[in-house]
């Protein structure tokens, strides 16, 4: 059984460019969340989607979106493209949420730089 | 603002030895509070779920506490090992579906 899957694992983007991130959940998971981590840092959360819609959102500019599709894979979209977007994307899967118990499953995590 | 405060930022210890992390939080309404180990450049991985009626709960040589009047968790590593080594970052969630991360403390294990 695969756990959550992401591509790509690194990429090196320019300033003002747009770049997709695309996130596959652990077999059986409902729910996906995206999270933000700069070098040394907590992870930031992004949005989270839930059966294709965006239930949440952390305090992200609309240059980040993000999409789920009818299989529950997810995409995470960024326009524009800044030097501090420079992180590591982790995608989280869970199932129904985040109700207590519910282990949540994340992935390895794509390397954005931008330069 | 909810916010999730970890301490110490960073410590090293010897192997074999044991070590307690801290994590305060001011988030409302509480849901449960998890603690997640993460090697350096990869995903973090669950080690403990905890809910509000919840003090104690082990895994392996994890133990992590709650207690929901104070907002503090703790999470003791025993007699640690080399693999230890890691980020160990403390996640709380609200109701409202809503994560908010500790900055995480570093352990560092020495030989």
């Known amino acids: 059984d695969a756990g959550v899957t992401q591509s790509p694992t690194h990429l090196i983007k320019t300033r003002g460019q747009q770049v997709t991130l695309r996130c596959s959940p652990k077999s059986g998971h409902d729910t996906v969340s995206w999270y933000q981590q700069a070098l040394g840092q907590g992870p930031q959360f992004i949005f989270q989607?839930?059966?294709?819609?965006?239930?949440q959102r952390g305090n992200f500019p609309d240059r980040f979106s993000g999409h789920q599709f009818p299989n529950y894979s997810s995409e995470l979209n960024v326009n524009a493209l800044l030097l501090g977007d420079s992180a590591l994307y982790l995608c989280?899967?869970?199932?129904?949420?985040?109700?207590?118990?519910?282990?949540?499953?994340f992935g390895e995590g794509s390397w954005l730089t931008v330069v | 603002k909810n916010q999730v405060e970890q301490s110490p930022q960073s410590l090293i210890i010897l192997e074999g030895k044991n070590c307690t992390l801290q994590c305060n939080y001011t988030v409302s309404p509480f849901s449960n509070l998890r603690w997640y180990k993460q090697d350096t450049g990869r995903g973090p991985v669950s080690l403990t779920i905890m809910t509000f009626s919840e003090n104690t709960k082990s895994n392996g040589r994890y133990t992590a506490t709650l207690d929901a009047d104070t907002k503090q968790s703790s999470l003791h590593i025993t007699a640690s090992q080399l693999s230890d080594s890691a980020s160990y970052i403390c996640?709380?969630?609200?109701?409202?579906?809503?994560?908010?991360f500790g900055a995480g403390t570093t352990v560092t294990v020495r030989a």
């Open positions: 989280a899967s869970s199932l129904d949420g985040l109700s207590s118990g519910n282990t949540i499953y």
């Open positions: 989607y839930y059966e294709e819609e965006e239930r």
């Open positions: 996640v709380v969630i609200s109701n409202d579906y809503k994560l908010s």
